[in-house]
């Protein structure tokens, strides 16, 4: 399917959940400047100390408003602990509601959303790492939304989040 992509213009990256930057390393030797959003401080040390852009922050405190209209390519490999077989198994669990989550976020129900998510935390096993694999769609109807759509979108994650890929995939779209 990436032969049926459009070619990016300029290309300039924000990754989300940066990690130590395994994608912005391969953006950088492709010639595509990227800053990378990581809330791990080691994590960020070890980018920098690659010479990787980084902002250490949590990403859910920013959105794309908060950069230049020039980055169009949005990256992202969510927390995957809830979700693999090795983690935990709350955002397994938890699946037909993420699921549900997305189609709400495609009907621009972020803050019914939000509200949803609250709810989880009260169960006894929550893992607010599960929430946040809604991220990289927040952040690309927000920029849809501000007329500054991103034109390519690059996430990774386990197996077990595919269906969560997939009903993203039919929001962005249907949002064109």
């Not at 791990?40 to 922050?57: F, K, P």
Request: proline share 8%.
């Amino acid at each position: 399917q990436a032969g049926s992509l459009p070619p990016v213009d300029s290309p300039m990256m924000v990754d989300l959940f940066a990690g130590p930057g395994g994608l912005d390393v391969a953006a950088h030797w492709l010639g595509v400047p990227s800053i990378g959003i990581e809330f791990d401080e080691n994590a960020v040390d070890t980018r920098e100390a690659a010479g990787l852009s980084s902002i250490l922050a949590d990403v859910t405190r920013w959105e794309p408003a908060d950069f230049t209209e020039s980055i169009n390519v949005l990256t992202g490999g969510p927390p995957c602990q809830t979700f693999t077989v090795a983690g935990n198994g709350h955002g397994r669990r938890a699946l037909d509601q993420v699921v549900a989550l997305v189609h709400m976020l495609g009907e621009g129900r972020m803050d019914d959303v939000a509200q949803r998510l609250k709810r989880l935390e009260t169960e006894p096993e929550y893992d607010p790492r599960t929430g946040l694999v809604l991220q990289p769609l927040i952040w690309a109807l927000k920029a849809l939304e501000a007329g500054r759509p991103f034109e390519a979108i690059m996430l990774e994650q386990v197996p077990a989040v595919k269906p969560v890929w997939e009903a993203m995939q039919r929001v962005l779209e249907r949002h064109g």
